[in-house]
């Protein structure tokens, strides 16, 4: 399902989602990238494959080192140095996110995707 910048605005009151999902919109656009990446206060992320130039989001997907029971499973991304790994879900609705991490909740880091878990999202989507 795509999604418009302004429907998950409107839609996800955490604190700083609307300024963190701004900011790594203009910094995608920026440097040419498709992936950005948000922290959740508990500390597990959301990657966002998006079109920063029609402020368009195209795929949500949760990227935590536990097993949740909302989405469909996508895969699992092993850091090299560290070792960690983290289980990926791709969520099929807001409605999955919402009752997954509640309304009261924070984003408390931005980044766009790059380099090797970049070159992973992109071969696994297909892109």
Not at 18 to 30: N, V, W
Not at 110 to 119: A, N
Request: hydrophobic share 40%; no cysteine.
């Amino acid at each position: 399902m795509v999604y418009t910048v302004k429907e998950l605005i409107d839609q996800i009151p955490w604190k700083g989602f609307r300024e963190g999902l701004l900011y790594g919109l203009s910094e995608a656009e920026s440097l040419g990238k498709n992936f950005i990446g948000l922290t959740l206060a508990q500390g597990d992320g959301l990657i966002l494959y998006v079109n920063p130039y029609f402020d368009e989001v195209y795929e949500i997907l949760v990227f935590t080192p536990n097993k949740i029971n909302k989405g469909e499973f996508f895969g699992i991304f092993k850091y090299e140095k560290s070792g960690r790994a983290y289980n990926l879900y791709k969520l099929i609705n807001l409605k999955d996110l919402l009752e997954l991490y509640g309304t009261d909740n924070e984003i408390v880091y931005v980044e766009v995707i790059q380099d090797v878990l970049e070159d992973f999202l992109s071969e696994a989507l297909g892109r």
